[in-house]
């Protein structure tokens, strides 16, 4: 009975096409009504604690970040610097898009924000120097989704909030494996220029080694940000909403003096990070609730019950969560179901005896692979939207299926060897 109330109220509310954050909310407050004896009291009192969480405010602090930026013009200098660098290997500017997005995504947090940041400059120079439309785009939408990894990220941010993990630990975690699927996918770029030559055309010349280092050293402001936001947490000298804050201003001061901020501008930047927060806030509130239930309800000690029944090995276990979040991931964007998921995911797989930090790289990782998943893939509208739809949302979702399939390879790799997210957080905290 239990079950098929909790499932048949959420497909119910979510068919009447309500809000996901109010769907998960209603859900929750019935069951806490009808199976605990009215006690949705409760359920105030956990909003309460999440939203007067410290580390929660963290969260809009970095979006306004990735906001300013994204409307600084900073990512065309980012670009212009990085061009010259990849000339001579099969690929060139292809590098480029993967190398911008890694570290856009260590600065603004967000997959979608890197996407359309780098998108908007990569796509028209390229197409105009003859690139493949379609691997143009592949190579922008995977390389976006490096904006969840690379740390500071929204994703670890709200995963270290709702289970009370280190976020410091979390961010230090992401950074191999961040770097590691941005090599692949480089590889992979390799691979493909070098059979196919013509998506990607060679330059005629190619800039003397000086005038490629001035270029790079032109991006010491970026690098400046990344030190002052990660060096500060990983030197303990602040909290990560301590670290954002100081990103913030950084990040004015440098899109005001490097870029092509202007007071429009900001306030724009802040007027779209607070709906993205608002946005994301819902849904956090209506999480909550539904958390909340199932944590009085002895929900998550039932699976882990059933598990331990079923005879299957906590590998097949993991397999069967990543598969359901893979089908997920084609009908929700990935901080919406990592949020969803988390009050039941989270301590089944800790029961199981995974570590709570290499949960939160694999979760990561996987929501990655939603932004690229259509229907609802976030990437893929945002780039067939800058193509101004030359290159359908068809089309970039199949450009961006090698992206895809390196993603669950390294879901794999990082399962056999968890030591490569551990060892860097183990070895500086």
Same mark, same amino acid.
Not at 242 to 253: N, Q, R, S, Y
Not at 315 to 333: A, K, M, Q, S
């Given at each position: 009975m239990f079950w098929s109330s909790l499932i048949g109220i959420l497909v119910a509310s979510a068919a009447t096409g309500v809000a996901l954050g109010a769907a998960l909310g209603l859900t929750g407050l019935f069951l806490l009504q009808v199976y605990s004896n009215g006690a949705t009291g409760l359920a105030v009192d956990a909003i309460w604690n999440v939203f007067n969480s410290f580390t929660l405010s963290a969260v809009p602090l970095f979006i306004l970040l990735g906001e300013i930026l994204l409307r600084s013009g900073v990512s065309n200098r980012a670009y212009a610097a990085f061009a010259p660098v990849f000339s001579k290997v099969p690929g060139g500017l292809l590098h480029t898009n993967i190398a911008v997005c890694t570290i856009f995504g260590a600065v603004s947090g967000s997959s979608l924000s890197t996407a359309a940041a780098v998108g908007s400059v990569a796509y028209p120079e390229m197409t105009r120097r003859g690139y493949d439309k379609d691997v143009i785009v592949g190579s922008l939408a995977g390389g976006g989704t490096l904006g969840l990894l690379i740390p500071p990220s929204l994703s670890f941010l709200i995963f270290g909030a709702l289970t009370?993990?280190?976020?410091?630990?979390?961010?230090?975690?992401?950074?191999?494996?961040? &770097?590691?699927?941005?090599?692949?996918? @480089?590889? %992979?770029?390799?691979?493909?220029?070098?059979?196919?030559?013509?998506?990607?055309?060679?330059?005629?010349?190619?800039?003397?080694?000086?005038? $490629?280092?001035?270029?790079?050293?032109?991006?010491?402001? *970026?690098?400046?940000?990344? &030190?002052?936001?990660?060096? =500060?947490?990983?030197?303990? &000298?602040?909290?990560? /909403?301590? !670290?954002?804050?100081?990103?913030?201003? &950084?990040?004015?001061?440098? =899109?005001?003096?490097?870029?092509? *901020? /202007?007071?429009? !501008?900001?306030?724009?930047?802040?007027?779209?990070?607070?709906?993205?927060?608002?946005?994301?806030?819902?849904?956090?509130?209506?999480?909550?609730?539904?958390?909340?239930?199932?944590?009085?309800?002895?929900?998550?000690?039932?699976?882990?019950? +059933?598990?331990?029944? =079923?005879? *299957?090995?906590? %590998?097949?276990?993991?397999?069967? +969560?990543?598969?359901? %979040?893979? +089908? *997920?991931?084609?009908?929700?964007?990935?901080?919406?179901?990592?949020?969803?998921?988390?009050? +039941?995911?989270?301590?089944?797989? $800790?029961?199981?005896? %995974?570590?709570?930090?290499?949960?939160?790289? @694999?979760?990561?990782i996987v929501i990655e692979i939603g932004q690229v998943t259509p229907p609802v893939g976030l990437n893929l509208s945002v780039l067939a939207s800058l193509t101004n739809n030359e290159v359908s949302l068809g089309r970039v979702a199949r450009a961006t299926v090698p992206y895809w399939i390196i993603h669950l390879l390294a879901i794999a790799v990082l399962t056999i060897f968890p030591a490569i997210a551990l060892f860097l957080p183990n070895l500086l905290f």
């Open positions: 009370e993990t280190s976020i410091g630990r979390l961010f230090i975690a992401g950074i191999v494996p961040g &770097l590691m699927i941005g090599l692949a996918f @480089m590889i %992979y770029v390799v691979i493909k220029a070098l059979r196919h030559p013509h998506v990607a055309p060679r330059p005629d010349r190619h800039l003397p080694l000086g005038s $490629v280092l001035r270029g790079l050293g032109q991006v010491w402001p *970026l690098l400046l940000l990344i &030190l002052a936001v990660i060096g =500060s947490i990983i030197g303990g &000298l602040a909290t990560p /909403t301590e !670290a954002a804050a100081l990103g913030v201003v &950084l990040a004015t001061l440098i =899109s005001f003096i490097w870029g092509d *901020l /202007t007071l429009k !501008a900001l306030r724009e930047a802040i007027f779209h990070a607070t709906l993205l927060f608002a946005a994301i806030g819902f849904v956090v509130m209506g999480a909550t609730i539904l958390a909340q239930s199932v944590s009085i309800l002895g929900v998550a000690q039932q699976i882990l019950n +059933v598990v331990a029944d =079923s005879g *299957l090995d906590r %590998y097949t276990i993991l397999l069967l +969560v990543v598969l359901i %979040y893979l +089908v *997920l991931g084609c009908f929700f964007d990935g901080l919406s179901l990592m949020i969803m998921t988390l009050p +039941v995911v989270f301590p089944l797989l $800790v029961g199981l005896g %995974y570590d709570p930090i290499w949960i939160g790289v @694999m979760i990561t």
